[in-house]
């Protein structure tokens, strides 16, 4: 048995989509569904919020994830990344107000909100530059148009949410996407079972 802690959000759809390209399960999820195990010959789904795949994986309850690059990072877990899966393409940036420029760069303590303050701190640590991180959950987009942040720290995709608020992502700090992932234990009692997963993935990515 194989089990899988997969996101929720908006990268359930095309992990629903690998899976069936695979023959693993054909999973359909309405919004009236409440499911959060589906079990399907000699693999069982957990249906996780994002941010918590990794803690899943690393603590043994499920043999392989899948979950953005941007919550591996952010998250520090003992897992081990397998593959690129190609979608759910997107950058982590710092971002500001338009008329400001890159003008961050020279503020003594920068105030930076973001979703992900792991990430945040060890850029501008990197960069030596002091920070003050403020914890946002959502609409980080917020704290420099009210005034709460000089900058932010947030995912940028098609950049029409940092458009439409006045703001420009200024320095790209990672390129992201959706990565399957594995508990290291698992990889070595399980080795056969998931490389057969691993290369299932590879085919289909490789068709792509
Ligand atoms: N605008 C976007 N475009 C493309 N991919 C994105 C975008 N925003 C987030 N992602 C990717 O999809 C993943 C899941 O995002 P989603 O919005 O479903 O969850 P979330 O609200 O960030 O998670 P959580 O509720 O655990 O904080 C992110 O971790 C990231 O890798
Ligand atoms: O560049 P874009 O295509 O506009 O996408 C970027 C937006 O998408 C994500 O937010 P999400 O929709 O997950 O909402 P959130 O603010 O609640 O995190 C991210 O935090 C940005 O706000």
Redesign the pocket.
């Given at each position: 048995m194989l089990t899988f802690a997969l996101?929720?959000?908006?990268?359930?759809d095309k992990i629903f989509k690998m899976l069936k390209e695979l023959n693993l399960v054909d999973i359909t999820i309405d919004e009236e569904d409440r499911r959060l195990i589906i079990e399907q010959g000699e693999f069982r789904f957990f249906l996780a919020?994002?941010?918590?795949v990794p803690t899943f994986v690393d603590n043994g309850v499920a043999d392989l994830g899948v979950?953005?690059?941007?919550?591996i990072i952010e998250e520090h877990r003992d897992i081990a990344e397998l593959l690129d899966l190609g979608f759910?393409?997107?950058r982590m940036c710092v971002c500001a107000p338009k008329e400001d420029g890159d003008s961050y760069k020279n503020i003594v303590n920068l105030r930076v909100a973001t979703?992900y303050p792991n990430i945040a701190k060890a850029y501008f640590d990197s960069m030596g530059q002091n920070t003050t991180i403020i914890k946002l959950?959502?609409s980080v987009e917020l704290a420099p148009i009210t005034g709460l942040s000089d900058c932010i720290v947030d995912?940028?995709?098609?950049g029409r949410?940092l458009r439409e608020n006045g703001l420009q992502d200024v320095t790209t700090i990672h390129d992201?996407?959706?990565r399957l992932v594995a508990n290291p234990a698992s990889l070595k009692t399980k080795y056969d079972e998931i490389s057969a997963v691993v290369e299932g993935f590879r085919a289909i990515l490789k068709e792509k």
């Open positions: 996101s929720k959000g908006r990268l359930a919020k994002p941010s918590d979950v953005g690059k941007d919550t759910g393409k997107c979703k959950n959502g995912i940028v995709e098609s949410t992201l996407s959706a």
